[in-house]
């Protein structure tokens, strides 16, 4: 089997754009064919990537495109998209109108309207492969933690308490402006609203939020915010978007309470703790290599069948919370969301 054609596409997001090309590099399936930097200029690019796109491309051994077109004309057979978030639908239907397979970094998008764009664009190309970014799926213990809950083995879950640590960006404008980042709220927000459906397995119908901009004003909306959601199935949910806390904390947190018992986990290097009223479990502490993880999967399900462990119908559920949650604080109210059937 020949080695998978691959590229990159955009600098703004920039961990992800250098750490998921550095991984596919460094595969034998893999032939990394080019980046491209989309017109930015490299003190751009450093802000976001901390290396230029010529440094980049050189470490990888690969040409440098401006053109998106001119990374076309080398025939990728898959891209990694890690753009303005705001025009990550723009370059995913340009790759699938191609047949291009395609890794969009998180979130997918910052509107439910791109979201159901790319679905539709999938839908009449269904063997391409669209991987929404979502890395949180990939940590052991929020994976230990699902499993327990749908099992059944601490009982139906009543309450669930999830929350994300992660400073707000400000290294550069796009970050720091809503429309092209999402900001704080769904950049961050969509961690918390994909897993807590995810480990529950039920998706919200109803949300109330609250939000304030503690500590960054240069920052469009709001730095710090919490969702009260109920589930189709009963269940209540709190999730925390925490974007000012500068000392050691957990990246993520997770709380399950259950009718007969409860599951706690936590990330980086914390365990998962399952207690019940007849016993208790620590699971070993471990450091999950989320983001590598999340590029292999892709690659997995192109090169190997895989089948992907997200899909951009479920990334819309997410980015339909998160509007909902943006609906209530300027009501003020709780909102109901509407899936029409997704």
Known sequence: ???????????????????????????????????????????????????TAEKHAHDLGVPLFHHFKDLLEEEPQALIITCETADHHRYAINAIEHGIHAFIGKPMTVSSAAAREIITARAKHPGVVILPGEPARYEDGMIQGRQSVLSGEVGRPLMVHLSINHPAMTNHSWQMDVARSGGPFIEFGSYVADLVEWVIGSPVVSVYALAENFMHPQVGGPDNGKLLCQHANGTLSSLDILCSIRWGYPFLGLEVICERGSIRADYHNYSVYIQRSDSSRLA??????????EIEHFLDCVLYGAQPIITPEEYLSTILLLEAACTSLETKSPVKIIRDGV
């Open 284 to 293: 070993e502490t471990r450091v999950s290599a989320m983001n590598q993880r």
């Open 1 to 51: 089997m020949k080695p998978l054609r691959m590229g990159l596409v955009g600098f703004a997001q920039g961990y992800y754009a250098t750490l998921y090309s550095r991984i596919c590099s460094r595969r034998k399936d893999v032939e990394f064919i080019g980046v491209c930097d989309l017109w930015m200029s490299s003190s751009d690019v450093e802000a976001c990537a901390e290396i």
